[in-house]
């Protein structure tokens, strides 16, 4: 479980995120939404160690993740920031092996190679494992840095917003895997979403900010309605119900 | 390319190395041991050879590291100001040190290098614009900020002409007892080789690192001292010779891939074959003359590298 409490960050004296406790539930996708700036990215980098909180403190199994040896830490969560930008020529498969370097230090055993192999199954990428990053188009690339993510075989796997860069088609099949990978493999995924209808549809819990302040948290039910919405984004969306998945409607709404 | 025709090429390359310059030598004059030919065979040549394969692998790896470092495939010793700063520390050890020692200049140079080199990654760091294009040339700009004030002091101190032969890269000096400097480079090299996997890892960004649950900061250290040791002992015996950690790094991840571990072995061995045709063709173009290897490397260099920035700017931006 990892549990966070009283978060604060400051960027100069403007606080980032302020005083926010939140308790990941094992076993669930919780999204963090939020308008821009809101500081979910910011909380979500606190929460993996890449940034350090000015006050307050994150448990992971009751034990403060400053205290976590790093090579312990990588092989409990594992984090993904938005990697558009990364310009090293690496094969899929090379990539992928680097998730296993908190267990080898990349003196790759039989043990870690099965990993791989299943992770490069698990993401349909079997086919384009050879072929270097920057030969591959968005959604692939995705593909290929979540299933390194997958060899680095964490309980709770945290991504900031995944979905950037990519169409319809390949945000559907990057979500739907998650999905699976909370369902199937008992995974824990932490996501930073902008589009509140994927959060709506496809996660367990929600997390809201904004200004740095956490303004709801709950199960995905409780938070996806006009009057919870309205707090968050001062927008009023109507929800539309579809096949069981609640839509909200914002794209004519008064703003 | 395969490493074994590197190989084959490195050996080719070096025989042709030992057996020309101004004074004819036959392997069968190699016989006598006591003849004249076996002597300057073995004071000139052999240490000339020893000193091309030092510094061209040297060089090479030490601009492999800066570019996956930097993250960035135009940084390289001469365009990070990592070879200026060390030619200022040279001056520096000179200016307040009387009776300078050859292991005082070492030092200085190598503390200014790692200094100077560590400066520029600093810069790096908070500049907004990373541009491809942009952060070499800051890096140039920097470097030639340095190279004036030591070209300023030296001339104050009428160091000039002791400065400038640092400037030029050649081998022409190099004789035994004068370049066995350069083997410090070997265990640099070899320790590139064992941390191979996590310069890859640091390459790929801080974040990136740290969520492998690698100690970013302690790689990019160790990082920029084997960058600085490499440069100083390749400046200091031979002098600068440019575009070499540029370059070659650069056709082997065309190749290759940016994997560390793969590419070091291709880096220095390529490196090596680049600098001894250089080293060659500066020796045959004026026979019995020579011309210094930072001439025929810039020559054949900047041509390289013009045709990788024509056609490899898609390349370095993905």
């Not at chain 1, 920031?81 to 370097?101: C, D, P």
């Not at chain 1, 998650?178 to 493999?185: I, S």
């Not at chain 2, 080293?279 to 810039?298: F, L, S, W």
Request: one cysteine or more; proline letters at 3%.
């Amino acid at each position: 479980m990892i549990e966070i409490k009283g978060l604060t960050k400051r960027f100069g004296k403007k606080p980032v995120v302020e005083d926010v406790s939140v308790t990941i539930e094992p076993g669930t996708i919780t999204s963090f939404i939020g308008p821009n700036g809101a500081g979910k990215s910011t909380l979500l980098s606190m929460v993996s160690r890449l940034l350090e909180a000015d006050t307050g403190e994150v448990l992971l199994d009751q034990g403060n993740v400053k205290k976590w040896k790093s090579s312990e830490f990588a092989k409990r969560v594992s984090i993904l920031k938005q990697s558009n930008y990364l310009n090293v020529r690496l094969t899929v498969r090379e990539l992928i092996a680097f998730g296993r370097y908190p267990y080898s230090k990349g003196r790759l055993t039989a043990e870690d190679e099965k990993f791989i192999d299943q992770a490069i199954e698990y993401m349909n990428l079997t086919d384009m494992q050879d072929k270097f990053l920057d030969e591959l188009s968005g959604g692939q690339k995705q593909r290929a840095f979540i299933a390194m993510v997958i060899a680095q075989d964490t309980d709770y796997i945290l991504l900031d917003e995944p979905l950037n860069n990519l169409d319809m088609k390949h945000s559907v099949q990057i979500m739907k895997i998650l999905r699976k990978l909370v369902d199937e493999l008992g995974r824990t995924v932490v996501i930073v979403l902008h589009d509140i209808n994927f959060a709506s549809v496809y996660s367990d819990r929600i997390v809201a900010l904004k200004d740095g302040k956490l303004v709801k948290n709950g199960p995905t039910h409780e938070i996806i309605n006009s009057d919870a919405l309205r707090e968050i984004y001062d927008m009023d969306i109507p929800i539309q119900e579809q096949n069981g998945c609640r839509i909200c409607v914002y794209f004519n709404s008064h703003a | 390319m395969k490493l074994w025709m590197l190989i084959i090429a490195t050996i080719v390359l070096s025989f042709i190395s030992l057996f020309i310059g101004a004074i004819d030598i036959k392997v069968s004059d190699l016989l006598d041991w006591h003849s004249d030919e076996t002597q300057i065979f073995l004071i000139s040549r052999v240490p000339r050879l020893m000193a091309i394969i030092l510094a061209g692998a040297g060089m090479s790896i030490a601009g492999l590291i800066m570019q996956s470092l930097s993250r960035n495939k135009f940084v390289s010793p001469t365009t990070a100001g990592t070879l200026d700063a060390a030619k200022l520390g040279i001056l520096i050890s000179m200016l307040f040190l009387t009776n300078v020692t050859y292991t005082q200049q070492i030092i200085f140079s190598f503390a200014f290098a790692l200094a100077g080199t560590f400066i520029f990654m600093q810069i790096l760091d908070r500049i907004k614009f990373k541009d491809v294009i942009f952060v070499p040339l800051i890096g140039i700009m920097y470097g030639n900020i340095l190279s004036s004030i030591t070209t300023f002091f030296a001339y104050e101190a009428d160091l000039l002409q002791n400065i400038s032969s640092w400037l030029m890269g050649s081998f022409t000096l190099v004789i035994a007892g004068r370049y066995e400097l350069l083997y410090v480079s070997v265990p640099a090299v070899i320790l590139a080789y064992i941390y191979a996997n996590k310069f890859t890892v640091a390459g790929m960004g801080e974040d990136f690192a740290k969520n492998l649950g690698l100690s970013y900061k302690v790689v990019l250290n160790l990082g920029l001292i084997l960058v600085a040791i490499i440069s100083t002992t390749v400046v200091l015996t031979v002098g600068v010779i440019p575009f070499l950690g540029l370059i070659v790094p650069n056709i082997v991840s065309l190749y290759l891939g940016d994997n560390l571990r793969k590419t070091i072995p291709h880096t220095a061995i390529l490196g090596v074959v680049f600098l001894l045709i250089c080293d060659i063709i500066g020796r045959i173009v004026i026979h019995p003359y020579e011309i210094p290897v930072n001439v025929t490397v810039a020559v054949i260099g900047s041509a390289i590298f013009l045709i990788m920035l024509f056609r490899g700017r898609a390349y370095a931006k993905k």
